[in-house]
């Protein structure tokens, strides 16, 4: 059987985003993912983010057909993951970072997956020096680290040219050279129009790494959207009565927050709406200005306190 003389080619116009439609997940009387709807945006990274038991494993297995939601629906390109007319051509992933033999090497663990793929061997040898992995091939990948174990699933993922990638973790226990690596290919592939969903607690380097964000939280949505729209959608105030405005501005709708002394950081409200009901009230201000957070502050803006429950859903962590 002749194998094809290259990685599968699709036409350019083909996308494939990823929609979670409404999707519930529980297992007995647990509730792990609770009426979840989000898209993911070819030509875009996106990151998936919420603390340990929020979701995000179960909800990633539910868009590769390793667990059936209990209503709802997830596609990608417009069709369940199983309804793909070639699903490992189409959708690369990584969610377990041990999925090898210990005993095999890992270029040999690649190979097998290149011949149950039709992919060109010489395929192998390109992606073990994409993630730079090629220096430890033919030792048995029992005996990687973390982070190397990281690479070759990585490199698994990335075998057969896929046009949307799914991963879990996969900045976890790399070095910042590994990370590195990881954000120029997978920011990359985003630039050719590809499909990319990546899952972190890294915040800092998903600050620089996505496009998009999407929390969650106990199972459900907490906000999604442009990480520099959701960074940027706060105000500075500095005011010489700020307990008053600070009154003012919540009667205006707006959400207020106070970190500083005289110090108020505002969403909900325009500069221009902060202004006039700071003048209507009579406040002096001294500082108005666009506020951005960094994504731990965001992170942590809008999952409160969970992200140190930990245990909060054990069904998950099974």
């Excluded at 090497?105 to 040898?125: C, F, K, M, Q, Y």
């Amino acid at each position: 059987m002749n194998q094809p003389s290259g990685p599968r080619t699709r036409p350019k116009s083909q996308s494939y985003p990823i929609s979670v439609e409404h999707v519930t997940k529980s297992y007995g009387g647990a509730t792990a993912v609770d009426d979840l709807s989000f898209v993911v945006t070819p030509g875009r990274v996106t990151g998936f983010l919420g603390p340990n038991g929020a979701g995000k494993s179960t909800t990633m297995k539910i868009m590769l057909g390793l667990a059936a939601p209990t209503s709802g629906r997830s596609t990608i390109g417009g069709l369940a993951y199983a309804e793909l007319a070639d699903p490992t051509g189409t959708v690369g992933t990584s969610v377990e970072s041990d999925a090898f033999h210990p005993g095999r090497s890992g270029r040999n663990h690649l190979r097998i997956l290149a011949d149950a793929t039709a992919t060109p061997l010489e395929r192998v040898d390109e992606v073990l020096e994409m993630v730079e992995l090629s220096a430890a091939a033919n030792r048995n990948a029992g005996t990687y680290s973390l982070g190397m174990k990281q690479r070759l699933g990585l490199a698994a993922a990335l075998l057969c040219d896929p046009p949307v990638l799914v991963l879990d973790e996969p900045g976890n226990g790399l070095d910042p050279q590994g990370i590195r690596t990881l954000r120029n290919l997978l920011r990359s592939r985003a630039a050719d129009g590809n499909t990319v969903l990546v899952s972190s607690h890294l915040l800092g380097e998903v600050e620089h790494l996505a496009d998009d964000v999407v929390i969650v939280n106990e199972g459900r949505l907490v906000t999604q959207g442009s990480l520099a729209d959701l960074r940027q959608s706060a105000s500075l105030v500095r005011a010489a009565s700020p307990h008053a405005l600070q009154a003012a501005l919540e009667a205006a709708g707006g959400v207020v927050e106070s970190n500083q002394p005289d110090t108020l950081v505002v969403r909900g409200l325009s500069l221009d709406e902060i202004g006039e009901n700071a003048f209507r009230a009579g406040i002096a201000l001294y500082e108005l200005s666009h506020h951005t957070d960094s994504l731990e502050d965001r992170f942590f803006a809008w999952t409160g306190d969970a992200a140190d429950r930990t245990q909060s859903n054990t069904k998950e962590d099974q």
